[in-house]
Protein backbone atom coordinates (compact mmCIF):
# COMPACT_ATOMS: atom_id res chain seq x y z
CA UNK A 1 0.00 0.00 0.00
CA UNK A 2 0.76 3.78 -0.64
CA UNK A 3 0.80 6.22 1.59
CA UNK A 4 -0.37 9.54 0.68
CA UNK A 5 0.55 12.28 1.98
CA UNK A 6 0.19 15.95 1.42
CA UNK A 7 3.36 18.06 -0.04
CA UNK A 8 4.87 20.25 2.47
CA UNK A 9 4.21 23.78 2.37
CA UNK A 10 7.10 26.12 2.19
CA UNK A 11 7.47 28.13 5.71
CA UNK A 12 9.00 31.30 6.06
CA UNK A 13 11.12 31.60 9.47
CA UNK A 14 9.34 32.57 12.32
CA UNK A 15 10.94 36.11 13.82
CA UNK A 16 10.89 36.54 17.69
CA UNK A 17 8.74 39.09 19.29
CA UNK A 18 11.73 41.90 19.97
CA UNK A 19 12.30 44.95 18.51
CA UNK A 20 15.10 45.61 15.75
CA UNK A 21 17.63 48.07 16.73
CA UNK A 22 15.98 50.91 14.18
CA UNK A 23 13.19 50.49 15.48
CA UNK A 24 14.80 50.97 18.99
CA UNK A 25 16.42 53.88 17.93
CA UNK A 26 12.99 55.62 16.21
CA UNK A 27 11.10 55.11 19.46
CA UNK A 28 13.85 56.44 21.84
CA UNK A 29 13.90 59.13 19.54
CA UNK A 30 10.58 60.19 19.79
CA UNK A 31 10.76 60.07 23.10
CA UNK A 32 13.23 62.20 24.03
CA UNK A 33 11.18 64.77 21.55
CA UNK A 34 8.28 64.39 23.78
CA UNK A 35 9.96 64.96 26.51
CA UNK A 36 11.82 68.11 25.84
CA UNK A 37 8.51 69.40 24.67
CA UNK A 38 7.21 68.18 28.48
CA UNK A 39 10.06 69.73 30.31
CA UNK A 40 9.45 73.78 30.25
CA UNK A 41 5.55 72.36 31.46
CA UNK A 42 7.12 70.34 34.23
CA UNK A 43 8.90 73.25 35.23
CA UNK A 44 6.40 75.72 35.09
CA UNK A 45 4.10 73.47 37.17
CA UNK A 46 6.70 73.51 40.09
CA UNK A 47 6.88 77.40 39.60
CA UNK A 48 3.36 77.77 40.46
CA UNK A 49 3.38 74.75 42.65
CA UNK A 50 5.84 76.84 45.02
CA UNK A 51 4.29 79.89 45.07
CA UNK A 52 1.35 78.55 45.77
CA UNK A 53 2.35 76.79 48.58
CA UNK A 54 4.27 80.10 50.21
CA UNK A 55 1.60 81.99 49.98
CA UNK A 56 -0.96 79.57 51.17
CA UNK A 57 1.68 79.10 54.05
CA UNK A 58 1.76 82.95 55.16
CA UNK A 59 -1.95 83.06 55.05
CA UNK A 60 -2.36 80.72 57.38
CA UNK A 61 0.75 82.28 59.56
CA UNK A 62 -1.29 85.34 59.34
CA UNK A 63 -3.92 83.98 60.67
CA UNK A 64 -3.02 81.68 63.30
CA UNK A 65 -1.52 85.12 64.54
CA UNK A 66 -4.65 86.97 64.55
CA UNK A 67 -6.11 84.29 66.64
CA UNK A 68 -3.68 83.66 68.96
CA UNK A 69 -3.82 87.29 69.41
CA UNK A 70 -7.41 87.88 70.20
CA UNK A 71 -7.34 83.95 72.24
CA UNK A 72 -4.84 85.59 74.41
CA UNK A 73 -5.33 89.20 74.46
CA UNK A 74 -2.05 90.93 73.72
CA UNK A 75 -0.04 91.58 70.55
CA UNK A 76 0.99 88.69 68.38
CA UNK A 77 3.34 89.45 65.75
CA UNK A 78 4.48 87.13 62.40
CA UNK A 79 8.43 88.30 61.46
CA UNK A 80 11.04 87.34 59.36
CA UNK A 81 13.11 84.71 61.27
CA UNK A 82 16.10 86.88 60.67
CA UNK A 83 14.73 89.43 59.91
CA UNK A 84 14.17 88.47 55.94
CA UNK A 85 11.34 86.44 55.71
CA UNK A 86 13.25 84.61 52.60
CA UNK A 87 14.44 82.73 55.71
CA UNK A 88 11.50 81.96 57.40
CA UNK A 89 8.87 83.41 59.73
CA UNK A 90 8.02 83.02 62.97
CA UNK A 91 4.72 83.70 65.12
CA UNK A 92 5.38 85.55 68.70
CA UNK A 93 3.58 86.68 71.61
CA UNK A 94 4.02 89.30 73.56
CA UNK A 95 3.05 87.44 76.93
CA UNK A 96 4.40 90.07 79.35
CA UNK A 97 2.61 92.78 77.69
CA UNK A 98 5.94 95.01 77.67
CA UNK A 99 6.03 95.14 73.66
CA UNK A 100 8.99 92.51 74.06
CA UNK A 101 7.57 89.40 71.56
CA UNK A 102 9.29 86.67 73.84
CA UNK A 103 7.23 83.98 73.32
CA UNK A 104 7.34 81.82 70.10
CA UNK A 105 3.88 79.89 68.76
CA UNK A 106 5.34 78.39 65.66
CA UNK A 107 8.01 79.06 63.03
CA UNK A 108 8.21 78.39 59.41
CA UNK A 109 11.19 77.14 57.38
CA UNK A 110 13.19 79.09 54.61
CA UNK A 111 11.34 79.31 51.41
CA UNK A 112 12.72 77.56 48.29
CA UNK A 113 15.82 79.12 47.01
CA UNK A 114 15.10 81.85 44.72
CA UNK A 115 11.96 82.81 46.05
CA UNK A 116 12.35 85.88 47.65
CA UNK A 117 9.76 86.97 49.95
CA UNK A 118 9.38 90.76 50.29
CA UNK A 119 7.08 92.65 52.89
CA UNK A 120 5.92 96.06 53.36
CA UNK A 121 3.76 98.21 56.40
CA UNK A 122 2.00 101.15 55.35
CA UNK A 123 2.19 102.91 58.11
CA UNK A 124 3.12 106.92 59.54
CA UNK A 125 6.75 107.20 59.70
CA UNK A 126 8.57 106.01 62.61
CA UNK A 127 5.63 103.67 63.32
CA UNK A 128 5.61 99.99 62.75
CA UNK A 129 8.16 97.91 60.73
CA UNK A 130 8.16 96.36 57.59
CA UNK A 131 9.88 93.38 59.18
CA UNK A 132 6.59 92.68 61.00
CA UNK A 133 3.03 92.04 60.70
CA UNK A 134 1.59 92.87 64.77
CA UNK A 135 -2.02 92.09 65.43
CA UNK A 136 -3.40 93.51 68.53
CA UNK A 137 -5.84 91.83 70.74
CA UNK A 138 -8.78 92.35 68.70
CA UNK A 139 -7.87 90.55 65.69
CA UNK A 140 -6.75 94.39 64.22
CA UNK A 141 -3.39 95.12 62.67
CA UNK A 142 -1.56 97.57 65.27
CA UNK A 143 1.23 100.16 63.99
CA UNK A 144 -0.66 100.16 60.16
CA UNK A 145 -3.30 100.35 57.83
CA UNK A 146 -2.15 97.37 55.82
CA UNK A 147 0.75 94.96 55.44
CA UNK A 148 2.03 93.48 52.13
CA UNK A 149 3.63 90.52 51.27
CA UNK A 150 5.10 89.47 48.05
CA UNK A 151 5.89 85.49 46.66
CA UNK A 152 8.33 86.94 44.01
CA UNK A 153 8.84 84.06 41.14
CA UNK A 154 12.48 83.17 39.97
CA UNK A 155 11.85 84.08 36.60
CA UNK A 156 10.19 87.87 37.70
CA UNK A 157 6.61 87.54 36.15
CA UNK A 158 5.01 90.27 38.62
CA UNK A 159 1.62 88.97 37.04
CA UNK A 160 2.03 85.25 38.21
CA UNK A 161 3.84 86.25 41.30
CA UNK A 162 1.27 86.19 44.93
CA UNK A 163 0.84 89.34 46.50
CA UNK A 164 -0.79 88.74 50.43
CA UNK A 165 -2.50 92.03 52.07
CA UNK A 166 -3.27 92.44 55.40
CA UNK A 167 -6.11 95.14 55.56
CA UNK A 168 -6.09 97.44 58.72
CA UNK A 169 -9.04 95.02 60.34
CA UNK A 170 -6.60 92.13 60.41
CA UNK A 171 -8.43 90.36 57.21
CA UNK A 172 -6.28 88.38 55.15
CA UNK A 173 -6.34 88.42 50.94
CA UNK A 174 -4.15 86.48 48.90
CA UNK A 175 -4.26 86.83 45.41
CA UNK A 176 -1.79 86.22 42.20
CA UNK A 177 0.01 89.74 40.34
CA UNK A 178 1.77 91.77 42.94
CA UNK A 179 1.70 94.56 40.34
CA UNK A 180 -0.03 96.93 42.31
CA UNK A 181 1.35 95.69 45.94
CA UNK A 182 2.99 98.14 48.13
CA UNK A 183 5.81 95.72 49.20
CA UNK A 184 8.96 95.62 46.74
CA UNK A 185 9.45 92.96 43.77
CA UNK A 186 13.36 92.43 44.40
CA UNK A 187 14.32 91.77 47.83
CA UNK A 188 16.93 89.56 49.12
CA UNK A 189 16.06 86.41 48.29
CA UNK A 190 16.93 83.21 50.16
Known amino acids: MFAFSAPRQYR ?4 SGGFTLVELMITLAVAFVLV ?4 PSFRELSTRSN ?3 LGNDLVLALN ?9 GTQVEVVGSTGNWSTGWTIKADTGFNNNFDTTVTTH ?8 VCTNANAPTGIGSSAAAIF ?3 GSLAFASSFD ?4 RP ?4 ALSRWIRVTASGETLNQADTTSSSASFTCTGS
Open 12 to 15: APRH
Open 36 to 39: ALAL
Open 51 to 53: VTQ
Open 64 to 72: TARSEAVRR
Open 109 to 116: AKAPSGYP
Open 136 to 138: NST
Open 149 to 152: INVV
Open 155 to 158: DGKK
